[in-house]
T-cell receptor
Framework: DVKVTQSSRYLVKRTGEKVFLECVQD?????MFWYRQDPGLGLRLIYF???????EKGDIPEGYSVSREKKERFSLILESASTNQTSMYLC???????????FGPGTRLTVT | ELKVEQNPLFLSMQEGKNYTIYCNYS?????LYWYRQDPGKSLESLFV?????AVKQEGRLMASLDTKARLSTLHITAAVHDLSATYFC??????????FGTGTRLKVLA
């Protein structure tokens, strides 16, 4: 079974802090994604990576950056957290066959 | 650009009844996905539909794809309380951009 894990289930940070969210997948998938999910807005793509050190901006990259130094790990960085980044963050990965997305358990981030 | 619309947004149904969730999409999508999300949890993949006429079934859920009508359906047979969740469909635009519907919140009443 594909397993996608995220470093924290719940996180509380203060405004202005630098925040790291980590995602690890164990199926040698090339593609990895970061989404945020907010009530009424659905899932929105923040960043996508198709290979080590390769990344593409999604629909809402402002205020975020990403890092992919190893194939299995994709990190989302909030350079200076703000209250409007309070959200559920979901990581996903896909292989190259059916492009079926496998999601991690999610990180609920609260910025105060 | 691909747009995905689901309906209904909310569905309250009695146990034992049948119902269908509809997923319309605006342009060609090579494949169509269905996910389930329980409150406070992440998304779980249910079905991947790869071609016109594809039908997949798992327990009380059956998904189908009509690429000519740009329509996918998720049919629930004899609903049980455990099926209460939010269901999302998603299409694939290009090779990596997944476009999700707004979700259908299903509540099965005993």
């Amino acid at each position: 079974d594909v397993k996608v894990t995220q470093s924290s289930r719940y996180l509380v940070k203060r405004t202005g802090e630098k925040v790291f969210l980590e995602c690890v997948q164990d199926m040698d998938h090339e593609n990895m994604f970061w989404y945020r999910q907010d009530p009424g807005l659905g899932l929105r793509l923040i960043y996508f990576s198709y290979d080590v050190k390769m990344k593409e901006k999604g629909d809402i990259p402002e205020g975020y950056s990403v890092s992919r130094e190893k194939k299995e790990r994709f990190s989302l960085i909030l350079e200076s957290a703000s209250t409007n980044q309070t959200s559920m963050y979901l990581c996903a990965s896909t292989g190259q066959t059916y492009y079926e997305q496998y999601f991690g358990p999610g990180t609920r981030l609260t910025v105060t | 650009e691909l747009k995905v619309e689901q309906n209904p947004l909310f569905l309250s149904m009695q146990e034992g009844k049948n119902y269908t969730i509809y997923c319309n999409y605006s342009t060609t999508s090579d494949r169509l996905y269905w996910y389930r999300q329980d409150p406070g949890k992440s998304l779980e993949s249910l079905f991947v539909l790869l071609s016109n006429g594809a039908v997949k079934q798992e327990g009380r859920l059956m998904a189908s794809l009509d690429t000519k009508a740009r329509l996918s359906t998720l049919h629930i047979t004899a609903a049980v309380h455990d099926l209460s969740a939010t269901y999302f469909c998603a299409g694939l635009s290009g090779t990596y951009k997944y476009i999700f519907g707004t979700g259908t919140r299903l509540k099965v009443l005993a």
